[in-house]
């Protein structure tokens, strides 16, 4: 139970499916030759054996996303099941998935910030100056949102400090004359802020039934959003009121 709870906690708080997690979950106990029964909702797993009455609870919240760890847990499970590895090797990979970190450098996301700004502007049939602004202003504003994460926890002020700053840039850009069109720049900027995998796995949740941990998701994804917004709306307000 210990195992299966632990398994559930880590995929739910990395981002996966409430079905995915309870389908695993009851894999494992099944290749255990236990008649586990997994109940997940958006803040606890319950496992429950049949055969004893037994059920625990582990408390879960609302954690990032980190699919490389659902992927591995997955393995893993599928690995057990099969018979490739036995009990005591799947809880000595599982502690390892738990307590490894796994991220991408710094220089790294930067990058990947600026290249995912810039892709909406091609869409936008954007000039190139225009272009490389939506580079440099993305990178601008996920540094800001990323810093401000590190030192506070407080929930979606971080995404509403990236679209502050966005919008600020965007506006002082055309302001300035270096830029031609600060709402098509503001849109692209924003695309590392998204809450894309949310939104994705809230309708997910929703098509297969799991309509209470889908629309937790969605709300979760529209307050994201919401606080971008209210950040692009507060940014933009500061540059016309002292321009």
């Given at each position: 139970?210990?195992?299966?709870?632990?398994?559930?906690?880590?995929?739910?708080?990395?981002?996966?499916?409430?079905?995915?997690?309870?389908?695993?979950?009851?894999?494992?106990?099944?290749?255990?030759?236990?008649?586990?029964?997994?109940?997940?909702?958006?803040?606890?797993?319950?496992?429950?054996?049949?055969?004893?009455?037994?059920?625990?609870?582990?408390?879960?919240?609302?954690?990032?996303?980190?699919?490389?760890?659902?992927?591995?847990?997955?393995?893993?499970?599928?690995?057990?099941?099969?018979?490739?590895?036995?009990?005591?090797?799947?809880?000595?990979?599982?502690?390892?998935?738990?307590?490894?970190?796994?991220?991408?450098?710094?220089?790294?996301?930067?990058?990947?910030?600026?290249?995912?700004?810039?892709?909406?502007?091609?869409?936008?049939?954007?000039?190139?100056?225009?272009?490389?602004?939506?580079?440099?202003?993305?990178?601008?504003?996920?540094?800001?949102?990323?810093?401000?994460?590190?030192?506070?926890?407080?929930?979606?002020?971080?995404?509403?400090?990236?679209?502050?700053?966005?919008?600020?840039?965007?506006?002082?850009?055309?302001?300035?004359?270096?830029?031609?069109?600060?709402?098509?720049?503001?849109v692209s900027s924003l695309m590392?802020?998204?809450?894309?995998?949310?939104?994705?796995?809230?309708?997910?949740?929703?098509?297969?039934?799991?309509?209470?941990?889908?629309?937790?998701?969605?709300?979760?994804?529209?307050?994201?959003?919401?606080?971008?917004?209210?950040?692009?709306?507060?940014?933009?307000?500061?540059?016309?009121?002292?321009?």
């Amino acid at each position: 139970m210990n195992t299966c709870g632990k398994v559930g906690v880590i995929m739910l708080t990395s981002g996966a499916e409430t079905s995915r997690v309870e389908q695993t979950v009851e894999f494992i106990g099944k290749a255990s030759g236990v008649n586990v029964t997994c109940y997940v909702t958006m803040t606890a797993v319950f496992i429950s054996i049949n055969d004893l009455g037994n059920t625990m609870m582990f408390k879960s919240r609302l954690g990032g996303f980190n699919l490389q760890k659902v992927d591995e847990l997955n393995q893993l499970s599928r690995q057990y099941t099969e018979g490739q590895i036995n009990y005591e090797e799947l809880k000595l990979q599982i502690a390892q998935v738990d307590n490894q970190v796994i991220d991408f450098s710094l220089p790294l996301k930067i990058f990947g910030a600026g290249l995912v700004s810039v892709a909406p502007m091609l869409v936008f049939k954007a000039t190139w100056g225009d272009l490389a602004l939506s580079f440099f202003i993305g990178i601008f504003g996920y540094l800001a949102a990323y810093f401000i994460g590190l030192k506070h926890n407080l929930p979606y002020i971080k995404e509403a400090t990236g679209g502050i700053t966005i919008a600020i840039l965007a506006n002082l850009a055309v302001l300035l004359g270096l830029g031609h069109d600060s709402g098509q720049m503001i849109v692209s900027s924003l695309m590392p802020l998204v809450p894309g995998v949310a939104i994705t796995n809230s309708l997910r949740e929703i098509m297969a039934g799991e309509i209470i941990s889908g629309l937790v998701r969605a709300v979760d994804a529209i307050l994201v959003a919401v606080a971008i917004g209210s950040g692009v709306i507060i940014g933009a307000s500061l540059v016309y009121l002292v321009r």
